[in-house]
């Protein structure tokens, strides 16, 4: 059975950062194969994983749209191009979603694309999701039937405050979702007691603090993969710990 996660939350608060963290620590812990999602219309989580994209979902989608090539069905050219997408590597496996629906009807595509991507994440032990920022996917119900969603926010009260939108929104609109979980990002030496206040006010379930980190931001600067950090990182090892913490349980 296949256990899927989402990631949630306000943009800038590096939440696609921690996905990475967490397609790393599941293969790390010999957890394989996991399906990395990138499900936002911004897409750079193959940049955070090391990998080149060639083709998207989106482009399917856009294809399938304007006619498939004579002779050959939706379903096989759907099949087809969702097998393209797919990038594969050591462990763990990536497809991008890509850009957001445009004009005109794209219900006979995105029905079919739901279709195989279902049948195709039935292939991995683990499901990492990649949101886009705020909640928009949430009411449109994509992050819907998962076993976990990670609720990631930075080091401000807007931004918590944010999170815990998202987690109500997530119970208005009585989504199928096991478990959620906070995570704050980028906290300062010192901030810890006020954080895990403030989450407490918003009813907010804490599962880790992530410190501001040097080598992950130079990581970043310089355009390298976050996945190849070590355990001697500090973020990477804050992560790791609660990481070890949500799964054994």
């Not at 403030?198 to 130079?218: K, M, Q, R, V």
């Not at 600067?221 to 990481?243: N, V």
Request: net charge negative.
């Amino acid at each position: 059975m296949t256990f899927s996660i989402g990631l949630a939350g306000k943009g800038g608060t590096g939440k696609t950062t921690i996905a990475g963290m967490l397609v790393k620590y599941l293969v790390d812990k010999g957890r394989a194969p996991v399906l990395a999602v990138d499900a936002d219309s911004n897409s750079n989580l193959n940049e955070v994983l090391g990998l080149k994209v060639e083709e998207t979902l989106g482009d399917a989608r856009e294809e399938m749209k304007n006619g498939v090539a004579s002779g050959m069905t939706k379903d096989v050219f759907m099949e087809m191009k969702l097998s393209q997408a797919v990038v594969e590597t050591d462990g763990f496996d990536l497809i991008v979603m890509g850009r957001p629906e445009g004009s005109g009807c794209y219900c006979a595509a995105n029905t079919l694309l739901t279709q195989y991507l279902d049948r195709l994440i039935k292939n991995y032990t683990y499901v990492v999701i990649d949101n886009e920022a705020g909640m928009e996917h949430m009411s449109r119900l994509t992050t819907n039937n998962i076993d976990l969603l990670l609720i990631v926010s930075d080091a401000s009260r807007r931004s918590i405050l944010s999170a815990s939108r998202v987690s109500e929104l997530a119970d208005d609109l009585a989504l199928n979702i096991e478990r959620k979980v906070f995570i704050i990002n980028q906290a300062k030496d010192g901030q810890e007691a006020f954080l895990k206040k403030t989450a407490e006010e918003y009813n907010l379930e804490l599962a880790g603090i992530i410190h501001e980190d040097s080598l992950l931001s130079e990581f970043d600067l310089q355009g390298r993969p976050t996945i190849e950090l070590g355990l001697e990182d500090q973020a990477l090892s804050e992560a790791y710990k609660f990481f070890d913490k949500i799964f054994d349980q």
